[in-house]
């Protein structure tokens, strides 16, 4: 009996160790199929920071991972480049916190098959190429100014509370290398409170909605409200994207066609339920009310912005760095206002911008050895392929195009120039 049990132990342990052996050896040979199909890890050591891998694949071509800020927040990015590294095959956002519908388009193939095959470098309109391809600006223009290095801060009066804005700018070797603009506010910083929630933007989003709706009531029409990205240049204090809200007013307003009445367009639903709505009010043959609103949760968000539940975004904080960012990489503040103050050149900034421009400015005289403050650099000529952005998510397609060109320039520079 026992010679039996250890013939059965025997057979259990060699059935064993034969498994994991097929076991060892299929792991191994998938390892090896998952390496053939990712392919070789290349060196990114010494590479911009923003450059998180890179890999030359089996059929010759290269996919780089890069990340860059998007209109919210951090995007990661996979951009797959011709063994050239002349063309760009395709592109995938791997992560993002874009808006849905919006930024988040980005990412969908009707905008993804206009990249693919393009040559590279690419570029959009309002996009300045040049720095993240290593080319230096040429001979500024009629507005030169030589600044001195240092660091410069102008301020405004404080009000009566203590509180006032300020801009700080930073000058290296003879360019603008930083720019902050802050606010303090009860003896806090606004940058700060705005990151943390403590600081809600205001207009908030109900009053931006009854904007819109008086625009209408006023010219009868939603003609002039949008854009070509699909905000608003004419209704003032409205940040936020308008598209959605000229599309279904138009619905309601072709529902009526001239006859007194109420009617109500609803957008299509999302996952969870939320519709936007747009009502309409015709008396004596004219529009004399128009209510935009979209359920949340089953809530009004015109209520729920109004009560403090519904926070816009992106924060104080995030507006007030890409007006800095601006500046930094034009090196002037000329081109940021538009004739009411606003800007309609720095996506994602719906805060008012004169306090900022003028305090640059200011601190611009300062740095300069002139007292002058810098006017419009000459832009070098680049070759690069113009593409379009995604209607209404400029500052997502911007981001997605730095990042091709910062996976175009480490290859370029890296790997196939080495």
């Given amino acids: 009996m026992k010679k039996k049990k250890d013939n059965a132990l025997r057979a259990v342990v060699c059935l064993a ?34 450059i998180k891998e890179a890999v030359k694949n089996a059929d010759g071509t290269y996919t780089v991972t890069i990340t860059e800020n998007g209109y919210i927040g951090e995007m990661v990015i996979a951009a797959t480049y011709s063994a050239d590294g002349q063309t760009l095959l395709s592109y995938d956002v791997l992560s993002h916190t874009e808006t849905d ?9 009707e905008y993804k098959s206009k990249l693919a095959g393009v040559k590279l470098p690419v570029t959009t309109s309002g996009l300045d190429i040049s720095g993240i391809l290593g080319i230096e600006q040429e001979a500024a223009g009629d507005g030169a100014v030589e600044l001195k290095d240092g660091t410069y801060t102008a301020k405004t009066e404080a009000n009566e509370t203590g509180d006032y804005n300020y801009v700080t700018l930073t000058v290296e070797n003879g360019r603008v290398t930083s720019v902050v603009w802050d606010e303090l506010t009860g003896g806090a910083s606004k940058a700060e409170l705005s990151a943390n929630g403590q600081y809600v933007m205001k207009p ?13 009531v006023e ?7 949008m854009n070509e990205t699909g905000y608003t240049d004419v209704v003032s204090g409205v940040s936020i994207y308008v598209g959605g809200f000229v599309d279904l007013a138009n619905q309601a307003i072709a529902k009526a066609d001239g006859q007194d009445g109420t009617y109500t367009v609803e957008g299509a639903k999302d996952d969870n339920g939320n519709y936007g709505y747009v009502t309409v009010t015709v008396e004596g043959g004219k529009v004399t009310n128009v209510i935009w609103d979209e359920l949340q949760g089953g809530a009004s968000k015109a209520e729920l912005s109004a009560n403090g539940q519904y926070v816009m975004k992106p924060v104080w904080k995030t507006q007030s760095e890409s007006l800095g960012a601006y500046v930094v990489e034009n090196q002037t503040t000329a081109g ?11 996506s994602g900034v719906s805060v008012y911008a004169g306090g900022f421009v003028d305090l640059a400015n200011q601190a611009m005289a300062q740095a300069s050895v002139t007292g002058e403050v810098p006017g419009v650099a000459a832009k070098p000529e680049i070759d690069a392929t113009a593409v379009d952005v995604v209607t209404g998510a400029t500052f997502s397609s911007k981001a997605v195009l730095r990042a091709i060109d910062e996976g175009f320039v480490y290859l370029r520079d890296f790997i196939l120039n080495k």
Avoid at 101 to 109: F, M, T
Avoid at 219 to 225: A, E, M, P, Y
Avoid at 339 to 344: I, P, S
């Fill in 17 to 50: 160790v034969a498994t994991i052996a097929v076991g060892g050896a299929s792991i191994a040979v998938s390892r090896m199929d998952k390496g053939a199909d990712s392919g070789v890890a290349l060196d990114i050591a010494g590479a911009d920071t923003k």
């Fill in 336 to 346: 940021i206002l538009n004739e009411k103050g606003y800007t309609d050149t720095v």
């Fill in 101 to 109: 519908n919006l930024g988040s388009r980005v990412d969908e193939e």
């Fill in 204 to 216: 908030v989003w109900k009053t931006q909605s009854e904007s819109l709706g008086a625009y209408v």
């Fill in 219 to 225: 010219h009868q029409s939603t003609d002039g409200i």
